[in-house]
Structure formats: C-alpha cells, structure tokens
C-alpha cells in the first residue's frame, strides 16, 4: 500500500509523462494511422487530462478552490470523451447510436444544468459523476457484449486488442469511482483513512487507464494495431 501512496505523490509528474509519451507516440504514427479517430481521441484525450490536472495542481498550491476544475473537465469533458473512446470501438451501428443518445442525455441531465447554474459552479461534482460513471459502465457492457456476439471479432484475439484492455480498465476505474460517490459522505464522516486510501487506489486505477491509451498509440506488442475500419 505505501508503494502505491508514493506513486500517487507524483500523480501530476507522472500524468505529464504519459502524456509526452502519447504525443510521441501519436507524431510517429504512419500518416493514415493519424487521422483514424481513434488515436485522435486518445491522444487528446492524453492531453487533455494532463491540462486539467496541472491546472488543478497550481490552484491548489496557491490555496485557490479547484473543485470547479474537476466538475468542468472531469464530470463532463473527460466523461464526454471516455464515451467518445467506447463508441469508437464499436461496430454495430445500432449500439453506437445507443452510446451517442447516452451523451445526449448526460449534456441534457448534467451539462445543461451546470451551465444554467442549477449544478453549483463550486459543487463536488457527486450527481454529474454518478451519472456519467453509470453511463460508461453501461457503454463498457456494450463493447463485451459485442465482442463475444459479433462474428466480425472472431479473427481477433482480444488480448492484443486495444480496445480490449482501455474498455476493461475504463471498467474498473468508474466502478470504483461510482462505489466512492455512493459512499461519499459516510466514508468522510466515519472512516477517512479509508476514503483516502480508496481514492489513492482510484488515481492509480487512472494512471493504467491512460497507460494503456500510450500503449495502444504505441502500438505496443500486447496492443495490435487493429482499425475496426478494416471490419466494416
């Protein structure tokens, strides 16, 4: 456990690193392998959380409140695009439309309301998570059940598949964030040291999952360079 409490002490470093390690990765790529959306999304998606993070850090360092920072970009910018990443990893055009109507509905259930000011600009952000946490584990459950229903994913063995690992790791991280929102206010009042060692859990959780992002723009061995173009 203190092995993993000293990696989450450099959460923002190693946020940094992932996200200069996917910009290489990305500038690298064969010039057709640039423009598939799929590597687009990740590699923005890199750089994206590495923004929100470092902004987070400075006002935090400063003493300013940051938690308007997370609702903006995390509850709902990151969200959006974790979303956007599932949908590109279907095939079915039936379940994409499945996903897009579950981003229409979190910008009409969470992002119209924070941009009217229902959702308080300094609110911790409990409702859009849930929300958006039940909507990715829901779009994760698409993706599985396609690859054991669609035949067009026979000839692909889902441990060198990308979209395997990112889907499965997307998983896990907003499970673990649903079940800390569930408990939140029981978990603060009753058993802190406990909060805070699951959130520490949850960061490292985060840190695979972009891990896993480079890999797949690095086209490691474990991470074929697989377009589901090449099914349609």
């Known amino acids: ?8 002490d450099h959460y923002v470093p190693i946020i940094n690193l992932l996200a200069i390690a996917g910009m290489i990765s990305f500038f690298v790529l064969p010039k057709k392998e640039k423009k598939a959306k799929i590597n687009i999304l990740l590699v923005g998606s890199l750089i994206f959380v590495a923004f929100y993070e470092n902004l987070a850090l400075v006002l935090a360092t400063n ?26 990893f279907i095939l079915n055009p039936n379940l994409k439309k499945v996903i897009s109507g579950l981003m229409w509905a979190f910008f009409l259930f969470s992002g119209i309301p ?7 600009f300094n609110n911790l952000g409990e409702y859009s998570s849930l929300l958006g946490a039940s909507f990715i584990i829901f779009s ?3 993706f599985f059940y396609e690859l054991l229903s669609n035949d067009k994913y026979l000839p692909i063995n889902p441990l060198q598949f990308s979209g395997f690992w990112i889907s499965t790791v997307m998983l896990f991280f907003y499970s673990g964030s649903f079940m800390i929102f569930i408990s939140f206010t029981y978990l603060i009042n009753n058993y802190l040291d406990i909060y805070y060692i699951v959130i520490e859990l949850i960061r490292t959780s985060a840190l695979l999952l972009y891990f896993t992002f480079v890999l797949s723009l690095a086209k490691w061995k474990r991470f074929r360079p697989f377009y589901l173009n090449d099914l349609r």
């Open 1 to 8: 456990m203190q092995q993993i409490l000293r990696l989450v």
């Open 63 to 88: 003493k300013i409140p940051n938690s308007w920072v997370y609702l903006i970009f995390f509850n709902h910018g990151a969200t959006w695009l974790n979303l956007f990443i599932l949908r590109e």
């Open 114 to 120: 924070f941009l009217v000011g229902i959702i308080p």
């Open 140 to 142: 994760c459950g698409l």
